[in-house]
């Protein structure tokens, strides 16, 4: 497996709730975080929560905080995100991605390591 592997998208109706898993190679997954990003239709990707390895710092934007939640199991190299209270304008792909360097901001695409990105799951989500 050379790019970490995304799943767990899918057509969903607004409130409910989905859990995304991303199984990435350990080159990857032993970056100092690990983050997922998403890419709405026709806009640019965007950042939507990041995990510190030891997975006791989480990151969110303000779009998603108090209803998503990023975990990992170090173990099995697999990063999660748990989707509660979903809104169409969640719509999107969900990407999971390794972060160069340690979150001291929001964290943008610039800041990924490019190798990283996965081919992402698709999230719908229905009125």
């Known amino acids: 497996q050379a790019q970490p592997v995304e799943s767990g998208g899918g057509l969903v109706q607004a409130e409910g709730s989905l859990r995304l898993s991303c199984v990435a190679p350990?080159?990857?997954?032993?970056?100092?975080?690990m983050a997922w990003f998403r890419q709405p239709p026709g806009k640019e990707r965007e950042f939507v929560a990041a995990i510190h390895w030891s997975a006791t710092k989480t990151y969110y934007s303000d779009s998603v905080k108090g209803r998503f939640a990023i975990s990992r199991d170090n173990a099995k190299n697999t990063l999660y995100l748990q989707m509660n209270n979903l809104k169409p304008e969640d719509t999107a792909v969900y990407y999971c991605?390794?972060?160069?360097?340690?979150?001291?901001?929001?964290?943008?695409?610039?800041?990924?390591?490019?190798?990283?990105w996965g081919q992402g799951t698709q999230v719908t989500v229905s009125q």
């Open positions: 991605a390794a972060l160069r360097g340690p979150v001291l901001r929001v964290p943008s695409v610039q800041d990924v390591d490019q190798d990283s």
């Open positions: 350990g080159r990857f997954f032993n970056a100092v975080a």
